[in-house]
């Protein structure tokens, strides 16, 4: 008998334990959290049950919830502490009845919001548990009654939790060390996350781009997820990033950037970058200056600063490289540091570029050693060069000691690009051992290709460096003269990003 009850309940075991692992491994194979419900696109109201149901049908991820607690202790789903005019911690939960959402359902209360969401198995529920900035016995009130609820509905495989408050994400590890835990406000590494139980970082976007902080949460086997993006160029960071989740107000957007975006698609992966979200002079650890004014082998008028903050400064995750006139022209010209120099990769950098007969913008490269001698013999890759005085017009070009414009011979082409001064484009290059592609906003518009006859041809198998700068007039650039009324003239950038297979 005691063998048969033995066998009965390891049998009862075992699909228990299956039926938890379909829960686990059927959830959407994406990155997309909808933040507070998919509401933005169909104008549902945040944190409703129509933007959850939303949520579930573009089968995200997840969908975010944020929830507080009324006067009489029911938890109660809405973004800020004040509903339609109504502060939910000074009032009951009859009284937020009295008004209604925009679509006509009332104020959700958790319970409702979780049995709703528990009549599928793609989409996870992340339970936001708001602060309720009434003392540490208020927040761990509302963790304990959150924590309990789940119980309740046995609907711990649907949940993770998030909040800004650190004191309610150790109350949820302590007293469920299987709840899965990421804290929000962004001010602690990942190593004392990890060390006090957590499961992850889930910080606002910019914390992730100005600190070290994504391969070392990796490394100790942290969940990863941002917040919240809204933008094309964050979302691609993100993903080139390999973070694990992106919580936006923009899933639809979401979802044709993760179908799209070219890097990930073709396998590159993410080896160095700057989304300049710092303030004043641009990263010392990412950038040195090419300092003087002797005309750089072009007779460019020019004279470029050493860390002047006129010339290059970074400013609402902005690069901004601007050419001034005074008694001279003064510019930057930046270049990355020796220790992040490549060989072989993908290069973007998106920037909009300045306006104006006389200037020169440029986005390119040169060796880091010069393995084959000087300017021509070991090469130059132009990413990017305008001339103002070509106002719609830039081009992509190779030097090398066979090819180059001291001969007449170098080897590009010019593609026709419009709003070049409105609007930020993409500047592209997938450089290989056997061509170097061109792209402008992913359209490849010109191919250099190993010819295999030489180092004349080709010097490209050897690391080299980016170089960003405005140049003013020279032999290409004022051709037609210089009008001085342009200055300051500025090249924005946005972003600089190298990958690698």
Known sequence: MKAILVAMLSVVMVSTTTSAQKVINSWHKNQVIAHRGAWKKKSLPENSIASLKEAIRLKCHGSEFDVHLTLDSVLVVNHDPNFLGMSIPKSTYAQLLTKKLPNGESIP??????????????????FEIKPQKMGKERDRYIAERSLALVRKLKCEQWVEYI???YDICQYLVDNDPQAKVQYLNGDFAPEKVKADGLTGLDYHYSVFQKNNWIWPAKKLGLTLNAWTVNTVPEMEWLIANEVDYITTNEPELLFEVLKKYQPTAK?????????????????????????????????????YTNADTLNANVEKGILNITARKADKYTSARLATRKKFDWKYGRLEVRAMLPKGRGIWPAIWMLPTDWKYGAWPKSGEIDVMEHVGYEPDSVHGTVHTLSFNHNKGTQVGKALKVPDLYADFHVYTIEWYESHIDFFIDDKLYFTFKNSKKGVDEWPFDQQ??????????GNWGGKNGIDDSIFPATMKVDYVRVFQK
């Open 267 to 303: 396998g590159w992966k993410l080896t160095w970058a700057d989304e300049f979200n710092g303030k004043g002079l641009p990263d010392s650890n990412n950038w040195t200056y090419d300092v003087g004014g002797t005309g750089w082998g072009n007779n460019e008028k020019q004279f």
């Open 163 to 165: 909040s800004f408050g």
């Open 109 to 126: 209360t958790a319970e409702e919001y979780l049995k709703a969401g528990l009549n599928q198995k793609g989409t996870k529920l992340i």
């Open 464 to 473: 080299f460096h980016l170089l960003l700068n405005v140049a003013v007039g």
